[in-house]
């Protein structure tokens, strides 16, 4: 009875998870100013006259290419900045490397709603507001990024970085050819995280980009549904919005599992 359970017990949950996204893309591909539930489910009826026409009415382009540049060069500096952090956390001894380690990671429980307003403010002063470096900027101080890099690094012997270092290799060779090979599979499945952080994100994009040209794909739709946009519509922008989250996780899937599957190893 235990091996039926929890089978049984999965199944429900995906069942619930996955019902949200079947219905978005149902009522996508239903017919235009019919009705979204049950009509929906009548798949003899499916059309694609709301993709062509949320494409064409809105600027989803535009947003979509706000929300790559977002996620991706956030991806890009996260895991840049977190990965070289978490080697100094973990294997470089200097005077409060401790306090300093978790006196970031305490930021953690500094919800960003209430950083939101000084954030804005400095940001607007700098003549961040409308603009990618504002955009991007504030988010890449990721302390779950540089947690996760720090435990996963403490985990690598010494005795490579001893090694490396008894034949002349510098800091940032060290960095470079031993470090950054042995941590891919983590890389990747904190890629992926960022990447959905970022391509997700709703609060933060409203509040910097204030124009139509910077908005991101999230903050778009939104705007669709106080402009009157058919519901139809507004869910056939969405299901665009998940292919790239799809892909990417599809791209590294192989990363995710490898991550699970060394967790905990030691040398």
């Known amino acids: 009875m235990a091996r ?8 429900l949950v995906a ?14 591909f239903a017919p235009p100013g019919g009705k979204t539930l ?6 003899t009826r499916a059309t694609w006259e709301n993709f062509s026409a949320v494409l064409s009415g809105a600027d989803i382009g535009r947003w979509a290419a706000n929300s790559l540049v977002y996620s991706l060069v956030s991806v890009v500096l996260i895991l840049l900045f977190s990965s070289m952090a978490g080697y100094a956390f973990a294997k470089k001894r200097f005077p409060g490397r401790e306090v300093l380690f978790w006196s970031f990671l305490a930021t953690l429980m500094v919800p960003f ?3 939101l307003i000084p954030y804005f403010v ?7 507001v409308d603009t990618y470096w ?3 900027v504030p988010t890449l101080a990721n302390s779950q990024a540089v947690f996760l890099m720090r435990q996963f690094i403490a985990q690598l012997p010494d005795e490579l970085f001893e090694a490396a270092k008894i034949d002349g290799a510098s800091e940032w060779r060290i960095y470079t050819t031993v470090v950054i090979p042995l941590i891919i599979p983590v890389l990747a499945t904190l890629g992926v995280f960022v990447f959905l952080w970022h391509w997700n994100d709703f609060l933060w994009p409203l509040v910097i ?4 040209e910077m908005r991101t794909l999230t903050v778009g739709l939104a705007t669709l549904e106080g402009e009157n946009v058919a519901v139809n519509q507004i ?6 919005t998940v292919l790239p989250c799809l892909l990417v996780f599809g791209l590294l899937q192989r990363y995710l599992t490898d991550s699970i599957a060394t967790t905990g190893l030691k040398s």
């Open 122 to 128: 400095l940001v607007s002063r700098l003549g961040g």
């Open 4 to 11: 039926v359970r929890l089978p049984v017990l999965l199944a």
């Open 134 to 136: 504002g955009l991007i």
């Open 235 to 240: 869910m056939a922008g969405a299901t665009i």
């Open 15 to 28: 069942l619930v998870t996955m019902t949200p996204f079947v219905v978005m893309v149902l009522v996508a």
């Open 209 to 212: 980009g204030q124009s139509s």
């Open 38 to 43: 049950p009509g929906a489910f009548d798949l």
């Open 113 to 115: 709603q209430a950083t």
